[in-house]
């Protein structure tokens, strides 16, 4: 709270703060206290490592690391496995005068060819996708929905869609490279809707319920959001509309734009 109070002078902003800290959280049902950090996925818990950690971004920063951090994770970015080294030891030190520690679990070096997980992605010389964590969320979500003992309605299609754009809108980015992936779960949702409709799995059921019929139900697929070659299919109310010509490369290549001086100056934005 001291690093929080250097920057927030509002007292009953850092009231309400202490309050959230402290309310706990409900774990199967049961109340735990918190006495230590801020709860995992907390409303607050991204404001307060933004506040706090502002001061590791400016030290990395003087020390010329190249680094890109949202929240409470981050990612340094260094040419040697001596400097990787080097730039951990620093980190630690800079967390400490902070009362804080990194995680042992989450923490390590790599390569960029071996890969590592960050926000949700694993990303590597090789490909950029979905975590498997990421992917097992995903399925666990679409399980939810399509429970085959209930009933196949117009809900269900409407629920489904919300998973499904809110996942592809992610990681359908320009660098998303496991669109064999996104082609792959359609199929497998189309498969669960068929055992919801018939109550059963079966191949035959692939005839009576065709793309098509699903198309005209209104489903969407993650693979309509994916980034294509020189166009990108974009979803515009219920139809789609192709961008391609000089819009498109601008588009599929934004690392080639000029970045406004407001956001160069800033250190947490320094090697995104």
């Given at each position: 709270?001291?690093?929080?109070?250097?920057?927030?002078?509002?007292?009953?902003?850092?009231?309400?703060?202490?309050?959230?800290?402290?309310?706990?959280?409900?774990?199967?049902?049961?109340?735990?206290?918190?006495?230590?950090?801020?709860?995992?996925?907390?409303?607050?818990?991204?404001?307060?490592a933004n506040i706090?950690?502002?001061?590791?971004?400016?030290?990395?920063?003087?020390?010329?690391?190249?680094?890109?951090?949202?929240?409470?994770?981050?990612?340094?970015?260094?040419?040697?496995?001596?400097?990787?080294?080097?730039?951990?030891?620093?980190?630690?030190?800079?967390?400490?005068?902070?009362?804080?520690?990194?995680?042992?679990?989450?923490?390590?070096?790599?390569?960029?060819?071996?890969?590592?997980?960050?926000?949700?992605?694993?990303?590597?010389?090789?490909?950029?996708?979905?975590?498997?964590?990421?992917?097992?969320?995903?399925?666990?979500?679409?399980r939810e929905i399509?429970?085959?003992?209930?009933?196949?309605?117009?809900?269900?299609?409407?629920?489904?869609?919300?998973?499904?754009?809110?996942?592809?809108?992610?990681?359908?980015?320009?660098?998303?490279?496991?669109?064999?992936?996104?082609?792959?779960?359609?199929?497998?949702?189309?498969?669960?809707?068929?055992?919801?409709?018939?109550?059963?799995?079966?191949?035959?059921?692939?005839?009576?319920?065709?793309?098509?019929?699903?198309?005209?139900?209104?489903?969407?697929?993650?693979?309509?959001?994916?980034?294509?070659?020189?166009?990108?299919?974009?979803?515009?109310?219920?139809?789609?509309?192709?961008?391609?010509g000089p819009r498109?490369?601008?588009?599929?290549?934004?690392?080639?734009?000029?970045?406004?001086?407001?956001?160069?100056?800033?250190?947490?934005?320094?090697?995104?």
């Amino acid at each position: 709270m001291e690093a929080v109070a250097q920057k927030v002078a509002d007292g009953n902003i850092l009231r309400l703060f202490e309050k959230f800290l402290r309310s706990g959280v409900m774990e199967d049902g049961a109340f735990k206290p918190t006495t230590i950090g801020t709860p995992q996925g907390g409303l607050i818990s991204p404001l307060l490592a933004n506040i706090v950690l502002n001061h590791l971004d400016w030290q990395l920063e003087q020390f010329g690391w190249r680094f890109v951090r949202y929240a409470d994770d981050f990612v340094l970015l260094c040419q040697t496995q001596a400097q990787a080294e080097e730039a951990l030891t620093q980190v630690q030190q800079i967390l400490q005068e902070l009362g804080l520690t990194l995680s042992a679990e989450k923490t390590k070096i790599t390569s960029y060819g071996k890969g590592y997980s960050f926000l949700g992605f694993w990303l590597s010389a090789r490909s950029r996708r979905m975590r498997p964590k990421s992917l097992k969320k995903f399925k666990d979500k679409a399980r939810e929905i399509t429970c085959r003992k209930h009933n196949f309605e117009a809900q269900v299609i409407v629920n489904l869609n919300r998973v499904i754009r809110g996942t592809a809108q992610y990681f359908a980015t320009p660098f998303f490279t496991a669109k064999e992936t996104f082609h792959k779960l359609d199929s497998w949702i189309r498969m669960r809707l068929r055992a919801m409709k018939y109550k059963r799995r079966n191949l035959d059921d692939n005839k009576k319920m065709r793309v098509k019929t699903f198309e005209r139900l209104g489903l969407h697929t993650l693979e309509s959001f994916c980034w294509n070659g020189p166009c990108r299919r974009m979803r515009v109310g219920s139809s789609y509309e192709a961008i391609s010509g000089p819009r498109a490369r601008r588009i599929i290549t934004p690392w080639r734009w000029d970045r406004p001086e407001t956001e160069r100056v800033t250190p947490v934005n320094m090697g995104t």
